[in-house]
Structures are given as structure tokens and as C-alpha cells.
Nanobody
Framework: QVQLAESGGGLVQAGGSLRLSCAASERALRTMGWFRQPPGKEREFVAAIVWSSGSTTYADSVKGRFTLYTANSTSTVYLQMDNLKPEDTAVYYC??????????????????WGQGTQVTVSS
């Protein structure tokens, strides 16, 4: 069973930065992604990266502010979040999927999930 361990959430003022990390127990996974669930709302796609190519995909709401990258020779992905806004407040979940043909931005495509980490941005 693949395990995903997240870290890096916290409280930050608007305009500040946080970096989330997600360590996977194996690197045979095709795609690693981040989703978030704001209070009272449904889970939404944030960003994803394909291990083999490094290709990334971002939600429009975070483009230009968030950067997703991997660390060489490890099974860890990092989500650098800059210029944070109050509307970024949510529980952030790391996810992974094996199938290269399922939709990247759809949470049902993902096979494995982390426990979630809270990000709170104050105004």
C-alpha cells in the first residue's frame, strides 16, 4: 500500500509564503498532485506533476503563485505557495495515481491520498 506523508501547513498572513511537501513510499507512481478543500466547499484541484517528464499542470486560481517540483532521486514533491490569499485557506491533500490516461485534475482519478494539512491565510 502506497503511503503519502504531507508536511508544511500552517498559518500565514496574506502575501506570505508556505511550502508543502509530500513524501511517497514509492516512485513507481505516474502522477503526484495536490488538491484542497476550503471550509464548506468541495475538494478542488490545485496542481499536479508527472514524475517521468516533470510536466506540471496548475489550476487557474494558483497559476503564477504556486510552483510544484520534485527533488532529484527522492520520492518527494514540493508545493511552493507564494503571494497567498485568504481564499487559499483550505485543507491541502497530496494524492498520487498510476494510470497515465485518467484525468489529471479530477480527484476520482487518484488512487492514494495523504491525511491532509491545514493552510490558513489571514487577511
Amino acid at each position: 500500500q502506497v503511503q503519502l506523508a504531507e508536511s508544511g501547513g500552517g498559518l500565514v498572513q496574506a502575501g506570505g509564503s508556505l511550502r508543502l511537501s509530500c513524501a511517497a513510499s514509492e516512485r513507481a507512481l505516474r502522477t503526484m498532485g495536490w488538491f484542497r478543500q476550503p471550509p464548506g466547499k468541495e475538494r478542488e484541484f490545485v496542481a499536479a506533476i508527472v514524475w517521468s517528464s516533470g510536466s506540471t499542470t496548475y489550476a487557474d486560481s494558483v497559476k503564477g503563485r504556486f510552483t510544484l517540483y520534485t527533488a532529484n532521486s527522492t520520492s518527494t514533491v514540493y508545493l511552493q505557495m507564494d503571494n497567498l490569499k485568504p481564499e487559499d485557506t483550505a485543507v491541502y491533500y497530496c494524492a498520487a495515481k498510476r494510470d497515465p490516461f485518467t484525468a489529471t485534475a479530477v480527484y476520482n482519478s487518484y488512487n492514494y491520498w495523504g491525511q491532509g494539512t491545514q493552510v490558513t491565510v489571514s487577511s
